[in-house]
């Protein structure tokens, strides 16, 4: 089998079990998603997928129908430093549909300190 010999970029994720392929190609501008499953050797088509959110974490877990992936979006404070909120997406691969989302706690760094000195 193999993928994206069309010369497109590809951008590889195996799932935490390391069952599934999650690979993005990129050709012309537009995305293509697809999940490979590596436990049928190729016997099986590619699943294409919906482009995911936007910030979409390179770690994704599948159990059953559901696909799993963190997206993360960052913005500055009002007073110095970032958040970054995250999203919890259950995709079911099968139809290509979000079914739930959670919103998880958002990840803070502070600001730099002045007259502090890198370790």
């Known amino acids: 089998m193999t993928l994206a010999a069309n010369g497109s970029n590809t951008y590889p994720v195996v799932s935490e079990d390391g ?18 499953d590596l436990a049928q050797g190729g016997s099986r088509p590619a699943t294409r997928l919906p482009a995911l959110r936007a910030g979409f974490r390179p770690q994704v877990a599948v159990i059953g129908s559901h ?28 139809t290509g549909r979000e079914r739930w989302t959670h919103v998880l706690a958002p990840r803070l760094e502070a600001p730099p300190v002045p007259g502090a000195r890198p370790r």
């Open 19 to 36: 069952r599934f392929l999650l690979l993005t190609a990129t050709r012309a501008g537009q995305s293509v998603v697809s999940l490979h």
């Open 67 to 94: 696909l799993f992936y963190v997206a993360e979006q960052t913005s500055a404070e009002r007073r110095g430093g970032t958040r970054t909120n995250r999203t919890l997406v259950a995709l079911d691969w099968t």
